[in-house]
């Protein structure tokens, strides 16, 4: 059974930084590309970065490029994200996907694993 456990959310000040985790079991992260996702309820769902299954390209979404760092460690099937300069706009649930195709691109609807997310919120 594919898993994927997100961790590192949680209440932090504007200004500050995050590292979010995401264990994968089931699966090797190796064989998928891997992406980070956001949403709140009513809204739709924001890609925030991608990684592709070796590592060497990386993908940012609109609001976090310049201030994020996507990583993945293959051997310990993990994938991390942080972001620098929190903003209250950040407060999200942060989810992580799998996309075994390497098609998928920063198209939610794609991806064919997901986490529960894991809550952030930046108060001002």
């Known amino acids: 059974q594919v898993q994927l456990k997100e961790s590192g959310g949680g209440l932090v000040q504007a200004g500050g930084s995050m590292t979010l985790r995401c264990q994968a079991s089931?699966?090797?992260?190796?064989?998928?590309?891997m992406a980070w996702f956001r949403q709140v309820p009513d809204k739709e769902r924001e890609f925030v970065a991608r990684?592709?299954?070796?590592?060497?390209?990386?993908d940012y979404g609109d609001s976090v490029v310049g201030r994020s760092i996507v990583s993945r460690d293959n051997a310990n099937n993990v994938v991390t994200l942080q972001i620098h300069s929190l903003i209250p706009e950040d407060t999200d649930r942060y989810y992580c996907?799998?996309?075994?195709?390497?098609?998928?691109?920063?198209?939610?609807?794609?991806?064919?694993?997901w986490g529960q997310g894991t809550q952030v919120t930046v108060s001002s």
């Open positions: 089931g699966l090797r992260i190796g064989d998928n590309a």
């Open positions: 990684i592709s299954w070796d590592g060497e390209t990386k």
């Open positions: 996907a799998a996309d075994p195709t390497f098609f998928a691109g920063d198209n939610w609807s794609r991806f064919k694993y």
